[in-house]
């Protein structure tokens, strides 16, 4: 019988980077117990995974640190990275100041044509009010 050859070196799927390489975390305090890191090719974590009971029924599975896009097949959920914020920002506590604002300006234009609809006004005092028809006063109002 001729000695047989042996078979051609293939990587594993780990290796060749088509499926990330699972790292548990050691045993350490109880917040860690259960997460895996998903590791790439050059051995960089691209997102750490743990499933935890949910407080009603079910369970929660939580993503964190991840690195790129994901797309999880069978389903129509779609999860991203999260952006970086810095809170501290100027510009980013003038926006949030401003959508505060934003809100509580339509919250109280609301109370107002809702107030002077009660009191009888016509669409078109408060459309004039508006600087806009009584129409689109009407449309933009009229369902509240």
């Known amino acids: 019988m001729p000695p047989r050859e042996a078979p051609a070196y293939e990587p594993t799927h780990h290796e060749a980077g088509w499926r990330l390489k699972p790292r548990p975390w050691p045993v350490g305090p109880s917040e860690s117990y259960g997460k895996v890191d998903f590791n790439d090719g050059e051995g960089k974590a691209v997102l750490t995974l743990y499933i935890q009971r949910a407080p009603e029924e079910g369970y929660v599975l939580h993503v964190e640190h991840l ?13 991203n990275p999260v952006p970086h914020v810095d809170r501290e920002a100027a510009d980013f506590r003038r926006i949030s100041a401003a959508h505060t604002a934003a809100a509580k300006a339509a919250a109280e234009l609301q109370a107002a044509v809702s107030a002077a ?4 006004d016509s669409w078109e005092v408060i459309g004039a009010a508006l600087g806009t028809s009584a129409r689109t006063a ?3 109002f009229g369902n509240h």
């Open 138 to 140: 009407r449309e933009r």
């Open 67 to 79: 690195a790129a896009p994901l797309r999880v097949d069978g389903t129509l959920v779609r999860l």
């Open 117 to 120: 609809r009660a009191k009888g």
